[in-house]
């Protein structure tokens, strides 16, 4: 069932973060194709802006659970503009994708010679089958360090906050789940955390999809970096359901 929501996801993906691209949510897509972004991470600032995408094509299934899709990157990556401006830096990147579902993001960047903007987010991601009175819980841990002796800050854009998990629709667009991580700073070469949690709580409503996502603005030439998890879980009569429809198949 999964490989088959993951064929629909890669499917979908671009089609809705090409959509709210228009209205000016999401890393635009030039081309929607069945090669779809499934994670960006975009940088802006007055030195210009650029983006790093990533494909469906690029995830592998996890080796740990067969459920499951990631990607990661390890090597820094510079986005610059058409005259060799770096406008930010990219340290490392990662993505989980379960079947549970949940996703799971990581990240590590620098900001350039301006304050820069970063928003970093997920595709829409379908959950099927949909989950009706299950739970939700989510999660962001984020880590700050100065670099310069002025002192550090990140600035929550989502709202006041750095993170956000949707549901049923797009990051930003979609009926909020979580908003978490406040505006914090860092000492003169110090280094500083936030992190926030939330559930697992009740979801009321049928859930047919889940994106999350975040947006801050980081001071010139400092870092930030965080994980973030974001998990459904159907309601317990809805696993007990589950499983014995599975042990009635496997008895024919």
């Known amino acids: 069932m999964f490989q088959n929501t993951m064929r629909a996801f890669l499917g979908r ?5 090409a959509a709210v691209a228009l209205v000016g949510g999401a890393v635009a897509v030039a081309d929607v194709n069945p090669q779809s972004v499934v994670f960006s991470i975009e940088a802006e600032s007055d030195l210009g802006s650029g983006s790093l995408l990533v494909y469906g094509y690029e995830m592998t299934r996890s080796t740990d659970f067969p459920d499951a899709w990631v990607w990661s990157m390890d090597v820094a990556q510079d986005i610059v503009t058409r005259d060799g401006t770096v406008v930010a830096t990219i340290g490392s990147g990662n993505l989980f994708i379960r079947e549970d579902p949940q996703i799971t993001m990581g990240f590590s960047v620098q900001a350039g010679g301006a304050a820069t903007t970063f928003t970093i ?3 829409l991601v379908p959950v099927n089958p949909n989950i009706t009175n299950g739970t939700a ?3 962001a841990a984020l880590t700050l360090t100065d670099t ?3 002192g550090a800050s990140l ?9 956000r998990a949707d549901y049923n629709g797009f990051v930003g667009t979609g009926s909020q789940f979580a908003s978490l991580v406040g505006t914090f ?4 070469l110090q280094t500083a955390n936030a992190s926030g949690s939330l559930g697992p709580v009740n979801l009321a409503p049928t859930v047919s999809d889940m994106s999350s996502g975040l947006r801050f603005q980081l001071s010139s030439r400092d870092l930030a970096s965080g994980t ?3 998990v459904l879980t159907p309601e317990p009569s809805a696993l007990v359901l589950a499983a014995f429809g599975a042990l009635m198949l496997r008895r024919r």
């Open 121 to 123: 987010n997920s595709a």
């Open 185 to 188: 700073g860092a000492a003169p």
């Open 148 to 150: 310069l002796g002025n």
């Open 137 to 139: 819980f989510a999660s």
């Open 228 to 230: 973030t998890d974001y």
């Open 155 to 163: 600035s929550g854009l989502h709202g006041g906050n750095a993170y």
């Open 13 to 17: 993906a671009g089609i809705a973060m």
